[in-house]
Each structure stands twice: as C-alpha cells, then as structure tokens.
Nanobody, 114 residues
Framework: QVQFVESGGGLVQPGGSLRLSCAASGTIISDYVMAWYRQAPGKQRELVAQ???????HYWNSVEGRFTISRDNAANTLYLQMNDLKPEDTAVYFC????????WGQGTHVTVSS
C-alpha cells in the first residue's frame, strides 16, 4: 500500500523559509513523476511543483524562483524548500504522484503570518 507522510510545516513570518519532507512507502518515488500540492482554506487543492524521473522540475502558481523541489532516492523522500514565503503561501501541503493520485496523506500545515 502506497503511503505518503508529509512533515516540516509550521508558522513562519513573511520572507521566512521552511523545508517540507514527504516520506514515501510502498513505492519507489524515483520511478515516477512526483509533485507537491497545496490547499488553502476554502480553496481547491492546486499543483505547486513537480519533479520527473530525470529530475527535471517545473513550478506553478507564482512559486517559481522561491520554491525548490528535490528528491533523495536513497531515503525515498521528496522535499520542498520554500524561501521568501508570502501570506498567500499559507495552506496545507501534500505530496503525491503527479499523475494518477493515490490516497492523500494528512499533509503538513504552513502558515505565513506576522
């Protein structure tokens, strides 16, 4: 059974940084295109970043230049480095396959506020 466990969220001031982690089990994430998603209060879940099997990356929703997605194959873990955080980045962050999402994990809460 595939499972994703996200961690690393928290409360941070505008301009601050956080590093999110997504530990995967039941699958090998380097075999797939993986992605980070987020869901802000009262809004639909949206795509934030993806990383391909060849480690090409792509970003959506105004995070390019501020967020960096990466992967540790040995640890089977996906990361999202978030810099220069803005209040509009406040959301619950999830990881999943880019295509054919499986059951979502609990996510990790990120709150950007002064």
């Amino acid at each position: 059974q595939v499972q994703f466990v996200e961690s690393g969220g928290g409360l941070v001031q505008p301009g601050g940084s956080l590093r999110l982690s997504c530990a995967a089990s039941g699958t090998i994430i380097s075999d797939y295109v993986m992605a980070w998603y987020r869901q802000a209060p009262g809004k639909q879940r949206e795509l934030v970043a993806q990383i391909t099997r060849s480690s090409e990356t792509h970003y959506w929703n105004s995070v390019e230049g501020r967020f960096t997605i990466s992967r540790d194959n040995a640890a089977n873990t996906l990361y999202l480095q978030m810099n220069d955080l803005k209040p509009e980045d406040t959301a619950v962050y999830f990881c999943n396959f880019r295509w054919a999402n499986v059951e979502w994990g609990q996510g990790t809460h990120v709150t950007v506020s002064s």
